[in-house]
């Protein structure tokens, strides 16, 4: 690690409140390109301008706004689209638990506004800062940072989405598959924990979802891929252990 | 879909996926610390997004259908194994689906 030093020391800690800061902003500025790409998804989904704005701000998580218009764009009903948005906001429940400790959560108003940041990124930057206090301040920098160029570039990409046509919007259709390729790649790289049974999932969801493709309305295979889970066995024992 | 339905939509999911977010804040950490909630929640992103790009990329209603939506995801698959920035992936993507709208008219 680059700053291990410098952490170690940290009770002066101005570095390392630097770092924290950098990173978070850092990031904030990295997920501005998802959410351009966003904003041109939900336009060629047939989402305006403002429904777009309303889902980065209200919303505010990205794989799920992108799986919402990613099946109301494959035709889906709305049902299909808000249950596709939701199994992937579960992941932010979880989030939310490891991070009660380190939040602002004491009172009602606390407890309400940290929730709706509370996402992969800003739970990356609070579990990797050193201290409480730095968790928070990475929470609050990154989640602000985060949300303001997110829902910045929404805007922009989808009013540079909504004034293309013909080979433009070819070249749009092109794109939304490829952002939710880029979105799931990580996931299957070594690096990321149980890789090979994550590909072994990903495989199985894309199996499900172009097999009942004829036969279901659309979106709804979608939701059925979910059932690809179970492909990832029971939960291991050494996980459990405390 | 209408406008009004397109905002029930919006308005729903967003709903929903906040409340999600605020249970985690809200409830006992046993109710979700339990081994198969924490093994369904991880992987159903892989299972969905990969759905997701199946839908995408070769599916039009009930067809499948191979066209420049599947050119750009076979661009973005190289790219990404190349490392290159998401905005890289993306144009090359997009211009390998003009490419292929073009040349197949």
């Not at chain 1, 939900?42 to 403002?50: P, R």
């Not at chain 2, 599947?70 to 973005?76: R, T």
Request: glycine share 12%.
């Amino acid at each position: 690690m680059r700053n291990g030093g410098v952490i170690r020391v940290a009770g002066v800690s101005s570095p390392v409140r630097s770092r924290v800061l950098r990173d978070a902003v850092g990031l904030g500025l990295a997920v501005g390109l998802y959410g351009a790409a966003f904003g041109a998804a939900a336009v060629a989904a047939g989402l305006d301008v403002w429904q777009a704005s309303a889902m980065s701000l209200l919303m505010f998580t990205g794989a799920s706004q992108f799986a919402l218009v990613g099946v109301l764009g494959a035709g889906g009903s709305a049902l299909a689209a808000v249950g596709s948005a939701l199994l992937l906001g579960t992941r932010n429940t979880v989030y939310g638990v490891r991070l009660v400790q380190l939040l602002p959560t004491r009172g009602i108003l606390r407890r309400l506004g940290s929730a709706h940041w509370v996402i992969d990124e800003t739970t990356a930057l609070s579990i990797a800062a050193p201290d409480r206090a730095l968790a928070r301040l990475a929470f609050l920098a990154g989640g602000a940072s985060i949300f303001v160029v997110w829902n910045a570039t929404t805007v922009l990409g989808a009013l540079g989405a909504g004034a293309l046509g013909g080979p433009a919007q070819a070249a749009l259709d092109a794109v939304v598959p490829a952002a939710f390729l880029a979105l799931l790649w990580p996931r299957l790289q070594r690096a990321f924990p149980e890789a090979a049974v994550q590909r072994r999932v990903a495989v199985g969801g894309a199996v499900v979802a172009l097999a009942l493709t004829p036969f279901v309305p659309p979106g709804v295979q979608v939701i059925a891929a979910v059932v690809a889970v179970a492909l990832a066995g029971r939960p291991r024992r050494t996980a459990v252990a405390p | 879909m209408s406008g009004t339905a397109l905002w029930a939509t919006v308005i729903a999911g967003s709903l929903g996926c906040y409340l999600l977010k605020l249970a985690g804040l809200s409830v006992p950490a046993t109710w979700v610390e339990q081994p198969w909630v924490a093994r369904v929640v991880d992987f159903v992103p892989a299972a969905l997004l990969a759905a997701l790009v199946a839908v995408q990329a070769v599916t039009s209603g009930h067809e499948l259908v191979v066209d420049g939506q599947l050119a750009g995801l076979a661009v973005a698959a190289v790219a990404l194994a190349l490392r290159a920035p998401f905005i890289v992936v993306l144009l090359l993507a997009g211009a390998a689906g003009a490419l292929a709208h073009v040349v197949t008219g």
